[in-house]
């Protein structure tokens, strides 16, 4: 007789200290998943306890017994759209799942709420804007829409006339300043798209060269994923910049990954390098690349017989992966390797093993619904994903079939510790005015003076190579300075290493504005130096950069 394992519930993500059982969570043994051809998932709504790592897992739909909105009979599958794509809002109120072919909006503690309009599809790929709670952008052919979840109310944002259709191919997000987004013209040409000034920078025309995505990252640079390996030009991932100038090759193959920001402020995307044909010895693995210099570190290998997603959270220090066997291994043969079937998180320090959170208990019935895909929030502390439970072989449910889960993320039981939230909200911030002699102007700068201006005065320059180098030391640095109609684009160097491209221009004049911030420094001195390009956005009339005041975080 099938039947629905219980156990008590248990805080999700419990540490050793807090469950004596737990033990299973960082180890780095196989570890056998009980009654896993008979155990059912409990009803949605309701929560069970992972027997081995005993995380508390709540199911959130019921597919084949919900009604299909856009035809009759009832859906067959509901699960989140993909890894890299947040499905919640800003503050956790609401998430969105697909409904296959359609999307349901779900309040934050997962009970259904309503379908969203038939227009809003997988294919018109919703994100979710970071500005507010309650819109989400979207497109449907050359435009760019925008639905206001609370009013119902449906916008459009652009109309790309020059193209007969725009996309994000599937994996693209907003970047973390909530203003930018990545979109391709005709499945040809790439872009970067501004929200706030409604502004298309320069195109990139792909050549008709075959490419699976394009990602943009924290801080509006451009990976682009070609589908041939190798490492020259147009193969492997490759990063641009906001204006899809070239910077360099990041990786030798495209695969499964996501973008998030490292301890110390740096870009960084998690990928699996299974493809790479010039790997670092990281078997299968679960790899860091740093996009400044294209460093890589090995997180975590796992076995060939594995394959995986990723989702990284804005700023903690850590990624999430699931783990599905092709295979179809059974637990207690030797296809059921350590990491088997499981969700995990791994800190991006390199020297700590996954803490495993799951088993998903997804098994492969059909070809690509049954992967979990799991996708956590933008403050990583919510994870989504899909599983069958193999209710096909258990129930006789259709082929294609999956349901959405949740589990809620309690940071401060978490492990590894190196994966803590990296944001101090106690620390003591320091203000360097432009004028201290621990910032170097060198190049044509002129001072200008206003009440607006901190300390009543700033610098600017519009000559390209004019640079601003700041010398400090703490843990955080920020540049604050003026835009315009009449500011440009500055390069933004740290230690001597170019680590993002500024534009400054505002349609409207604002003053002490953040233009950019680096968290999470090691100890130590650092240099911070703008320089300007002499260049301009093309809907301004100056290529100004403003350098007002730096302040330093102790």
Not at 67 to 90: F, K, P, Q, R
Not at 242 to 263: I, P
Not at 264 to 274: C, Y
């Amino acid at each position: 007789m099938k039947s629905i394992f219980t156990l008590c519930f248990l805080p999700a993500f419990a540490t050793a200290q807090m469950l004596s059982a737990s033990s299973a969570n960082t180890s780095t043994q196989i570890q056998n998943p009980p009654n896993y051809g008979t155990m059912l998932p409990p009803a949605a709504g309701q929560t069970y306890v992972d027997p081995v790592f005993g995380t508390t897992i709540s199911r959130i739909t019921d597919a084949v017994h919900t009604a299909d909105a856009e035809s009759s009979g009832n859906l067959t599958w509901i699960e989140n759209e993909y890894s890299t794509v947040a499905a919640y809002n800003g503050n956790n109120s609401h998430f969105i799942l697909v409904h296959e072919s359609y999307f349901g909006l779900y309040a934050g503690n997962g009970s259904f709420l309503r379908n969203l309009p038939f227009e809003i599809s997988a294919s018109s790929e919703p994100r979710w804007s970071r500005k507010d709670n309650v819109t989400l952008y979207y497109h449907v052919a050359n435009m760019l829409k925008s639905y206001n979840v609370s009013t119902g109310q449906i916008s459009v944002v652009h109309t790309f006339t020059q193209y007969a259709s725009i996309s994000g191919r599937g994996e693209a997000d907003l970047s973390q300043d909530g203003d930018h987004m990545v979109l391709v013209g005709d499945n040809r040409y790439i872009f970067v798209y501004q929200l706030s000034t409604k502004h298309q920078y320069h195109v990139f025309e792909t050549g008709g060269r075959a490419f699976d995505s394009v990602m943009i990252t924290p801080q509006n640079n451009v990976i682009v994923s070609w589908d041939v390996s190798g490492n020259v030009r147009y193969t492997g991932q490759e990063l641009f910049n906001f204006n899809m100038g070239f910077l360099r090759q990041v990786g030798h193959s495209d695969g499964h990954k996501d973008t998030t920001v490292d301890s110390n402020g740096d870009e960084v995307v998690v990928w699996t390098n299974s493809n790479d044909p010039q790997p670092i010895a990281c078997q299968n693995g679960i790899v860091k690349i740093k996009l400044r210099d294209a460093s890589q570190l090995c997180l975590q290998p796992l076995d060939w017989s594995l394959a995986v997603h990723i989702t990284a959270p804005d700023r903690n220090s850590t990624a999430f992966f699931d783990t599905y066997a092709p295979s179809d291994p059974q637990p207690g043969t030797s296809g059921w390797v350590p990491y088997t079937n499981e969700l995990l998180q791994i800190g991006l320090s390199g020297t700590t093993a996954p803490y495993r959170i799951a088993h998903h208990r997804s098994q492969p019935r059909d070809s690509y619904l049954y992967q979990p895909k799991m996708t956590v929030s933008r403050d990583g502390t919510k994870l989504l994903y899909a599983s069958n439970f193999d209710l096909q072989q258990l129930e006789s449910y259709p082929t294609d079939y999956a349901d959405a889960y949740m589990i809620a993320v309690n940071w401060s039981a978490q492990t590894p510790a190196s994966a803590a939230p990296v944001v101090n909200t106690s620390a003591n911030v320091v203000r360097f005015e432009q004028n201290n002699p621990a910032v170097t102007l060198a190049g044509s700068w002129i001072t200008k003076g206003g009440a607006s201006d901190s300390g009543g005065s700033s610098a600017a320059a519009d000559t390209a190579g004019a640079s601003a180098q700041f010398t400090f030391s703490g843990k955080a640095v920020t540049w604050i300075g003026s835009g315009d109609a009449t500011s440009g684009i500055a390069e933004i160097y740290l230690d001597g290493k170019l680590i993002s491209i500024i534009d400054t221009f505002s349609p409207t004049p604002i003053q002490q504005q953040v233009q950019f911030t680096m968290h999470n420094l090691s100890n130590g001195t650092h240099t911070l130096q703008i320089i300007a390009t002499g260049e301009k956005n093309p809907s301004g009339a100056g290529s100004w950069v403003s350098v007002d005041a730096f302040d330093v975080t102790n």
